[in-house]
């Protein structure tokens, strides 16, 4: 009796596959629980909700989201608090105005829409440009105007700019000196 007393190990091995067996069920227990969640959480979206709403109810099951981001190929190979850092960063953007304004039970063409905004704010923007193939290309281009923009609007003058660029080069030029 006590802890010099000899152990069964038959007794021991069933033990371990009885617990393995329950750790299982729980496992089990727990992603059924997982997906009532989400399900009951999605339920509560009325039909006049956005895309928005939507994004909002994931957020409300964070296994849902890791689930969802692991399966999919892209974000497997990123650090799962960077994709959420970022999943939260476009939620919370407020020039995404689009997603609270687009019906979630609604079948819409979101590229039409997208270049039908730009259009009203007088830019040559069509759908072939917004098209899965152009995006990037397109991205870059609204990035630039919009650099564009943001300097036209502040109070930097062209001598400021040359001496940020100045700088830069300095602080490179240091970096490569330290590296080698």
């Keep these: 009796i006590g802890f010099l007393a000899r ?7 069933n ?3 009885k617990m393995n067996e329950m750790i299982k069920k729980l496992h089990t227990l727990y992603e059924e629980l997982n997906d009532i969640e989400i399900t009951n ?3 509560e979206v009325s039909e006049s909700a956005s895309i928005y709403d939507l994004f909002m109810a994931s957020l409300r099951s964070f296994a ?3 689930k969802s981001f692991l399966q999919q190929e892209a974000f497997q190979e990123v650090p799962f608090k960077s994709v959420i850092d970022d999943y939260l960063k476009f939620l ?3 020039n995404n105005t689009i997603l609270r304004k ?3 039970f609604t079948d819409y063409d979101i590229v ?3 270049a039908e905004k730009y259009r009203l704010l007088n830019l040559k923007v069509t759908n072939d440009m917004i098209g899965v193939d152009a995006i990037d290309t397109t991205l870059d281009s609204v990035q630039f105007i919009n650099l564009i923009q943001n300097i036209s609007r502040s109070h930097i003058t062209l001598h400021d700019i040359e001496n940020i660029c100045r700088m830069r080069e300095l602080c490179d030029y240091q970096e490569e000196e330290e590296t080698e």
């Design 7 to 13: 152990k069964n190990e038959v007794a021991m091995k």
């Design 15 to 17: 033990a371990m596959l």
């Design 41 to 43: 959480y999605l339920s």
């Design 64 to 66: 849902f989201l890791e």
């Design 92 to 94: 919370y953007n407020p």
């Design 102 to 104: 687009i019906n979630v």
């Design 112 to 114: 039409s829409i997208v």
